[in-house]
């Protein structure tokens, strides 16, 4: 793997390959990535995987039309191939008005800052064993669990590089740390496995391998010999680590590219108020040590903290260059780019920030509702925005949770959802998208 001073001399390299061969103008990305990760399992060791990667990307434009090219290769023959090619391919692509570098004047100018996202320590593959022994020992020690599905642990680290051709050039390191357990408890049909994960920038900020097996296990034991559910209209609260995912459909239908195809189930909708006055939804790509915090887009342009909620009401879409320009507006800072291809739209540390009433306050009025614990397939029309999705969690009877139920379908439609959601105030910030336990009345439930 590459530093990032030598990842950006690579790119800078290979962008002046492709000007000498005829391209207009150009960008290059580079993407490396190493990892090892050791899991065990009923106390054994079961596996330990060492992976790297780097990979090099060029896309370039001529004549209107544009091209993308990638190669793991980084020696200079290879690099002169891979220019020459790129510029081939764009030569005999069709023109695109839209396409294009970003804006020469909204590039980042002011330097890389440092966000705080390289850990200096380096566990070995023995402590990463320990770390994933200890895990799966507290989740084993919970009275119930029957069986393992194993503990893990992992570290790694990666590079990002991008340089165009009109000036912008930067790199950036990160580490990563993860830990976790995945368990069974119960017998026969009653059986229920579940897990319980953390992943990090610094060791410092993960919980410990015990208290990641302890969660993964208690978990499973409540899941144990679940009912089933009457099919009808409930009040519907959905746990953190699955009403994330209702943040995630926000923003695909919030992409510039979707609302350019006229794709999306907020057409029309831009400035809008679709949540109660109550939500706020905060995105902050520069926190330090975040999940999804870099200091630059993909295509050059700085990141900053913004609302894409505020007291209930879209303030825009997130717009790569293309995007912006289909829609006669500026780019967002929103860009990503992987090792080749055209840039997509991604969104770093996003947060529904919390609300005024804890989780028990939340659910002590419902008489007869569920709380969902986990979401199963993927059935969301981005277009329309319905929403039908496969379910497991808890009865809530009178203001309290009671027993374990599965097999049931959660269904609504976004827009209806949205405006009927309500948060507590129990966020925790770790995942990326982040979300405190939601409420949201009147969805449709088919069970039996």
């Known amino acids: 793997m590459l530093s990032p001073q030598e990842a950006q001399e690579r790119c800078h390299a290979l962008i002046e390959r492709a000007l000498k061969a005829g391209a207009e103008a150009g960008d290059a990305v580079y993407i490396a990535d190493s990892s090892e990760a050791v899991s065990v399992r009923l106390g054994a060791l079961e596996d330990v995987e060492r992976s790297e990667s780097e990979h090099i990307g060029l896309r370039v434009f ?10 793991t290769d980084l020696g200079d023959s290879a690099l002169d191939e891979l220019a020459s090619r790129a510029v081939a391919m764009a030569r005999a692509a069709p023109a695109d008005k839209f396409a294009g570098l970003a804006p020469e004047e909204l590039l980042l100018r002011t330097g890389v800052i440092d966000l705080d996202l390289v850990d200096a320590d380096e566990p070995d593959p023995q402590t990463l064993r320990h770390w994933a022994e200890e895990a799966e020992d507290a989740a084993r020690a919970v009275p119930g669990v029957t069986n393992s599905e194993g503990g893990s642990a992992s570290a790694g680290r990666g590079v990002v590089a991008l340089s165009t051709s009109h000036g912008f050039s930067g790199a950036y390191a990160v580490t990563s740390h ?16 579940d897990y319980s994960w953390r992943n990090a920038r610094h060791l ?28 009808g209209t409930y009040p519907i609260v959905f746990d953190p680590r699955v009403g994330s995912s209702l943040i995630g459909h926000l923003l695909g239908a919030m992409s510039g590219s979707a609302i350019a195809r006229r794709a999306s189930f907020l057409l029309d909708k831009e400035g809008a108020q679709i949540f109660d006055s109550a939500i706020t939804i905060s995105e902050d790509p520069r926190r330090l040590r975040g999940p999804r915090s870099r200091p630059f887009d993909g295509e050059g342009l700085p990141t900053g903290p913004r609302n894409l909620v505020e ?30 291809g055209a840039p997509h739209v991604t969104a770093g540390n996003l947060v529904l920030q919390p609300g005024s009433v804890s989780r028990a306050a939340l659910i002590e009025d419902i008489a007869d509702g569920i709380y969902v614990t986990e979401l199963i397939g993927h059935g969301v029309n981005g277009v329309t925005g319905d929403y039908s999705r496969g379910a497991s969690g808890y009865r809530i009877a009178g203001g309290e949770l009671a027993g374990p139920i599965a097999e049931f379908t959660v269904a609504g439609n976004l827009i209806d959802m949205f405006a009927r959601l309500v948060a507590a105030d129990d966020l925790e910030t770790w995942r990326g998208i982040d979300v405190p336990t939601l409420r949201i009345d009147g969805l449709s439930v088919a069970g039996d």
Request: net charge positive; aromatic share 2%; hydrophobic share 35%.
């Open 178 to 193: 993860g830990r976790s357990a995945s368990v069974l408890a119960g017998t026969d049909s009653g059986m229920q496995r």
């Open 62 to 71: 001529v004549g209107g039309a544009s091209a993308s090219i990638g190669s």
């Open 204 to 231: 410092a900020d993960l919980l410990s391998p015990a208290e990641i097996g302890h969660e993964a296990g208690t978990r499973t034991v409540a899941r144990v010999n679940p009912g089933r559910v009457k099919s």
């Open 311 to 340: 007291k209930g009401c879209l303030t825009g879409w997130l717009m790569d260059s293309a995007a912006a320009r289909q829609l006669g507006a500026a780019p967002t800072g929103h860009a990503s780019r992987g090792g080749s």
